[in-house]
């Protein structure tokens, strides 16, 4: 079993930046796919980012693509999400989650993960 726990959020202002990271404990041998999820306040799980084991494939919602950057270091078990040009509408509650195994067809979706984070908050102020 794998623990992904979420650290750096915080207050930003509208155009700032701000990266959050995700450190996993427990069964980190394992060669687990990572993604980044967020839900605001009355809203559903969005899907944010996402990035296979080996790196060599990444994913991203619409609204952050070319504002964020998904990436990992292996070596540290952490996964990082940049985000650039924060927006108001950015703000929410951002959620790291890690993957036994997700074909393709499944990064991008919340039943595709099988551990899950407590979350971080991001608040982007206009």
């Known amino acids: 079993q794998v623990q992904p726990v979420e650290s750096g959020g915080g207050l930003v202002q509208a155009g700032g930046s701000l990266r959050i990271s995700c450190t996993a404990s427990?069964?980190?041998?394992?060669?687990?796919?990572m993604g980044w999820f967020r839900q605001a306040p009355g809203k559903g799980r969005e899907f944010v980012a996402a990035?296979?084991?080996?790196?060599?494939?990444?994913y991203y919602g619409d609204s952050v693509k070319g504002r964020f950057t998904i990436s990992r270091d292996n070596a540290e078990n952490t996964v990082f999400l940049q985000m650039n040009s924060l927006e108001p509408e950015d703000t929410a509650v951002y959620y790291c989650?890690?993957?036994?195994?997700?074909?393709?067809?499944?990064?991008?979706?919340?039943?595709?993960?099988?551990?899950w984070g407590q979350g971080t908050q991001v608040t982007v102020s206009s």
């Open positions: 989650a890690a993957a036994v195994y997700a074909p393709a067809s499944l990064r991008t979706v919340a039943a595709g993960y099988d551990y």
């Open positions: 427990g069964r980190t041998g394992s060669r687990y796919g």
């Open positions: 990035i296979t084991w080996s790196g060599d494939s990444t």
